[in-house]
DNA sequence: GAATCTCAGTTCGTTCGACGAACTCAGAGT
DNA sequence: ACTCTGAGTTCGTCGAACGAACTGAGATTC
């Protein structure tokens, strides 16, 4: 934390955090990503939630797909006509760890220790939480520095 | 994956992921964040490295002080004036997980698998992994499930 | 078989923030 | 006095977000 200086790596260059905050790193995508994980998929149930201009959300979530992150899936309500829902892909599942990571940080520190939502195991129903981890125990952020890979 | 409905969780009110998205959330703060953790700290070096406009980038430095998640910092190069530069505080240390879970994602699937920054251990050099965990096994992420906190 | 309802998008005028080049300012060196 | 450097500020332009209204497909109702 103090002054033993962190490297002062080169982050220009194709680092994978631009990569992925040029893809999907703006705020709407991930509120759009926060809808599709906790099961709202229909295009009017998020725009409601979200308060998002219609336009925009048509937008993100051609992004969204068109990135290979969400997919087009049709359902039928019964007595309705067939329309069309958001679903994750595997690889937007793999964003999850994004989610929980700005989660706690929200817990932490907008909300006093402890947010409204927690995640659990689903066959279990335990808590489940985001950890550094090296070997097999846990680092703290501060003893953490980034190096070059060669 | 598949259908099992993940609860339909009332995902709007002050939900922590929407609170720290509209903290921080837009792409600029997250790369500016992203250079102090490698270690760039002052205004030029971040302009250059970034090539961000100097209007924002001094709009976003001074909402990161005002939000806590950095500070001024005065340094002064010898035969120089008296300048400021940014440094993190430790909440703003507290958002390394984001950049780790945005970096492990666009390593897996931006950069096939391994991307051109590692991060490790300051004392060991041991490579260091975000993983999320239920009790002391790791989780993956199609195991979990957001339930609301009552 | 015309009218109506619902949900998913599109259109388009307004408004707001990003962009970027040029300018300011403080202080130390020459 | 002049210059040099790093940290901002200014301001005109331009593109993206906003938001209210419109379109369109298919199923139900009268």
């Not at 893809?23 to 709407?28: H, I, T």
Request: glycine share 8%; proline share 7%.
């Amino acid at each position: 934390m103090s002054h033993p200086e962190p490297l002062r790596t080169p982050p220009s260059e194709n680092c994978s955090i631009v990569g992925t905050v040029d893809a999907l790193g703006d705020s709407w995508s991930i509120l759009v990503l926060r809808e599709l994980f906790f099961g709202v998929h229909r295009f009017n149930d998020i725009q409601r939630d979200l308060d998002i201009s219609r336009s925009v959300l048509t937008n993100r979530l051609n992004r969204l797909v068109d990135l290979g992150v969400a997919k087009v899936v049709p359902y039928q309500e019964p007595g309705d006509r067939a329309r069309s829902e958001y679903r994750l892909t595997r690889k937007g599942v793999a964003l999850l760890p994004v989610m929980v990571a700005l989660m706690q940080w929200g817990d932490r520190y907008l909300n006093d220790g402890n947010g409204p939502v927690a995640l659990r195991d689903r066959a279990t129903g335990e808590a489940v939480r985001l950890e550094l981890r090296t070997g097999d125990r846990p680092v703290e952020p501060n003893e953490i520095v980034p190096t070059v890979n060669t």
